[in-house]
């Protein structure tokens, strides 16, 4: 272990990849592309990640990377997944730093990994990043699994490091997009509405009150303290205070028919608040003092670290295309876009450096079509032939599809934007090396 840390932190220090030391250049059958575009770069993913062309074209753009790279678990699936645990970590270093340079200053990175190498990824990526720009760990769960010797291990870890973490937007999430949360907010409005329509407003919102006690008791939360007010149609809200910090003042706005007196050490949120959140309809009165409505479905946490998106629902992925069986491990798109929604905004670029089946373009496109973002994704996948005598092999054989990791990934997204309707967007790169002597 302290062989493989010296060598980790050796490497690290060297200097990060600029016009000066990147030392070749690499041809390919496009001599141009666009980062504006949804690009498939074919090739070994440290040597594309060091062309000077793509170099000069994505660096300080890229706002999230998200990578699945081999665990190193010793154990050979439809590709091989055996190295020692020095050059497993020379290996990930490598191209972990060669990515450090393509994001932009609130851009985060988030690695999935299991056990068999998280204390080496962390070591390295401490060095690359920064101990001070690790943002956590997220836990994912896994299928049960009941041959194990001694510990049933449940669990993956995705870890997340930022460029500059000062920099980076909180992680909020909307607690409708928490499955526990869903459950319990779904739960409350069914009994509340329930008790609605059968007994009126009155019985309805002393229910509510008596369910947010229970609630929070049961489920060991306090947030919902706060969404113990119904509206007359049966929403569910938080009656935010519209005082704000500074100077006393009168309120008195015709337009809406609102007059307020000033309070004994706060002043009131401006005029022109007052009057957007009248226009629509987001102001409730008790005792003559406005309040800002936020209604429970709208409420939002900082994202969990342990999440239930289990390596089944990649599976599940796959199986929804018809594409059962075409890769051994892949993650669940649901997982991808989740990250992808927490870190990027409207045209931001997404880079997966170890594309296998195309999860991640995939999960842009999908996020693209429900909420517009224009996301623009950069794939990377080495040409790498399947292993025969594997069930992925024999599906490729059944699809009629040449076995190879990067066939795979094409076909994937085809076969995806060809069942939703949506044109295919990538466009292929294929990298050939050449040296520059």
């Not at 041809?27 to 060091?50: A, C, P, S, W």
């Not at 870890?159 to 980076?168: G, L, M, N, T």
């Not at 092999?393 to 085809?414: A, G, S, T």
């Amino acid at each position: 272990m302290n062989e493989l840390r010296q060598n980790i932190t050796n490497v690290s220090n060297e200097k990060l990849p600029n016009d000066d030391n990147i030392g070749r250049r690499i041809e390919n059958q496009l001599l141009d592309f666009n980062i504006k575009e949804n690009n498939i770069f074919v090739g070994d993913n440290l040597k594309v990640m060091q062309d000077i062309n793509f170099y000069n074209k994505y660096k300080g753009k890229v706002s999230f990377i998200y990578i699945d790279p081999p665990y190193n678990t010793q154990v050979n699936f439809s590709y091989s997944d055996r190295r020692t645990s020095i050059a497993w970590g020379e290996f990930m270093n490598e191209r972990i730093q060669a990515s450090y340079s393509f994001l932009n200053d609130r851009g985060c990175i988030f690695i999935s990994i299991d056990d068999s190498e998280l204390a080496n990824l962390k070591t390295l990526c401490d060095s690359i990043f920064g101990k001070e720009n690790f943002i956590g760990s997220f836990i994912t769960k896994q299928s049960q699994r009941s041959n194990a010797r001694l510990i049933n291990t449940i669990h993956e870890y995705i870890i997340c490091y930022a460029k500059d973490i000062s920099k980076v937007q909180p992680f909020k999430i909307s607690r409708t997009e928490i499955a526990e949360d869903y459950e319990m907010i779904n739960k409350l409005y069914m009994e509340v509405t329930n008790k609605l329509n059968s007994e009126g407003y009155s019985s309805a919102d002393k229910l509510l009150k008596e369910l947010v006690k229970k609630y929070c008791y049961d489920y060991g939360i306090t947030w919902l303290n706060n969404y113990n007010n119904l509206s007359k149609d049966g929403k569910i809200f938080f009656a935010k205070d519209l005082s704000t910090p500074g100077k006393p003042r009168t309120v008195d706005i015709p337009e809406i028919n609102l007059h307020l007196e000033p309070l004994k050490s706060r002043g009131w949120s401006s005029d022109k608040r007052f009057i957007e959140l009248y226009h629509n309809n987001r102001l409730s009165f008790k005792a003559g003092r406005p309040y800002l409505i936020q209604y429970l479905e709208e409420s939002e946490d900082n994202a969990p670290s342990i999440l239930n998106f289990y390596s089944r629902f990649g599976t599940n992925d796959l199986k929804k295309l018809g594409l059962d069986g075409l890769f051994d491990t892949p993650k669940p798109v649901d997982m991808i876009k989740y990250f992808i929604r927490l870190v990027t905004k409207k045209d931001d670029i997404v880079m997966d450096y170890f594309a296998g089946s195309g999860t991640t373009g995939q999960a842009v496109l999908e996020v693209n079509e429900e909420l517009k973002m224009n996301l623009k994704c950069v794939l990377i996948q080495l040409n790498e032939n399947v292993h025969p005598n594997t069930e992925v092999y024999k599906k490729c054989l059944e699809l009629k599809l040449q076995p190879n990791v990067v066939e795979i990934l094409k076909f994937r997204l085809n076969t995806f934007c060809q069942k939703n309707k949506i044109v295919n967007s990538f466009k292929e790169i294929t990298f050939k090396e050449i040296n520059c002597e």
